[in-house]
């Protein structure tokens, strides 16, 4: 399902052409055992014995938007939706209407999105989808752990290319809201009971919509309303997303604390070799570390998991190279932005400033005859600004220390009449 860049539509054609020649030398498998259905008939046969079965994995592969299953549209290409539909709920198949009509939307999907016409693809599987809620909501729609993972999968990363081709026509986007309330009303039913299992598979999706379609309050309320005492009982990786999204929430409201509480838990369970789990939780962690403790990431870790975005601003606040930070900010702006990280950095210039301090309250100790050693002139630090490419009036250096002293980075207070920052005796870092 991945949307393929340029090359024309001849180049397209011939890839498409070439993959299905090679792939029919021989049997096609599916993951779980079994050969891929070539035909449309064996295709319904296959997903009537998986439906009256109750095989949820060989039902969940039959559903897949991917290869194999592309390779029906050479035997559906020429069908029309009628058609399809007349044989979807033909009689010997012994198929529930329900399940006949998810057949034939998925098969109307299929070759829409062989085509990249994603818009009408998302519309098929999107009709799909509310009807396996209705099944899902059944008494009987407990054996569907594995298709919930899928189908909401593909539904969310449908609406997501469909949109994405709405905005390249400046049109109104709409699936990926739609796919959103959808899933609202999962969310009520998977709170119930035996729909449990369901629960957070539907959060974690939802969450991620919010955050693409930048509604980031909405995960306020879907956090408020879930009952989490249980999370331990969920598969690992479904814990480490909610933690990842709830943490990502904290970060965008400005409660550092709590989102580094909360990364700080999922760390420590996200196991060794789930590197790229690991890997997203420190894009936050790393960020939340340095604006409430102070704590700044050392060079093992950022080699470790690839924070080279990093670098330069760990680099700066060590040195106090103001311009520095700025370059570095500006440099890696997109992603910053783009992680939700970009405000919470930006608190940080408040540390370059205190190093900096720092580094001038050093020098200036016992510089000038008769002064106290715990005296640094405004002048002084005035010029290391100007050092590290910064301008700035005397007002404007005041006001950059008495945000220092007001956010106790500083241990002091402003002599005006001197122009002196008269530091305290013991510990003013």
Known sequence: MQVQNGGGGRRKAHQ??????????????FTGGGAAPRTLQQYLSQFAMARNSRA????????????????LNQSIMNESAASLEQKCYASQLQLDERFSAMAWHYLCALPY????????????????????????????????????????????????????????????????????????????????????FALFTFMNHLFKIYFKINNIKLCRNLIMS???????TFPMAQQLTFKYYTARYNVFSGDYGKALTIL?????????????????????????????????????????????????????????DVSMFKHAMQEHQTFFIHTG????????????YRTLLKRVYVIE???????PKNMVRLGAFQRAL???????????????????????LVKGYIARQHNVVVMAASDPF
């Open 16 to 29: 498409q052409q070439r993959h299905i020649t090679l792939s029919t030398q021989s049997p096609v498998m």
């Open 386 to 408: 100007e050092f590290t490419g910064l301008r700035k009036g005397l007002p404007q250096v005041e006001c950059i220390i008495a945000n220092l002293i007001d956010k106790r």
């Open 226 to 232: 879930t009952k989490i005492n249980d999370l331990n």
């Open 113 to 196: 999105v062989v085509q990249e016409k994603y818009g009408e693809a998302c519309s098929e599987y999107t009709k799909m989808f509310k009807l396996f809620l209705a099944e899902f909501q059944t008494e009987e729609g407990n054996w569907v752990g594995d298709l919930v993972r899928v189908l909401t999968t593909n539904l969310r990363v449908l609406a997501e290319k469909a949109d994405a081709q709405l905005l390249l026509q400046n049109r109104k986007l709409e699936h990926i809201e739609s796919a959103g309330r959808m899933l609202t009303q999962a969310i009520s039913t998977a709170q119930k009971g035996t729909k449990r």
């Open 264 to 320: 700080e838990d999922a760390v420590r369970q996200c196991p060794q070799y789930y590197h790229n789990h690991r890997r997203q939780l420190m894009m936050l962690l790393v960020p939340c570390g340095m604006v409430q403790q102070r704590r700044l990431p050392t060079q093992e870790l950022l080699d470790k998991y690839q924070l080279d975005e990093f670098r330069g601003i760990v680099s700066a606040i060590r040195l106090g």
């Open 56 to 71: 949820d994995t060989v039902l969940t592969e039959l559903l897949q938007l991917t290869h194999p299953n592309l390779l």
């Open 341 to 352: 990280i970009y405000l919470a950095l930006e608190k940080l210039l408040h540390l370059v």
């Open 365 to 371: 100790q016992g510089k000038v005859e008769g002064k």
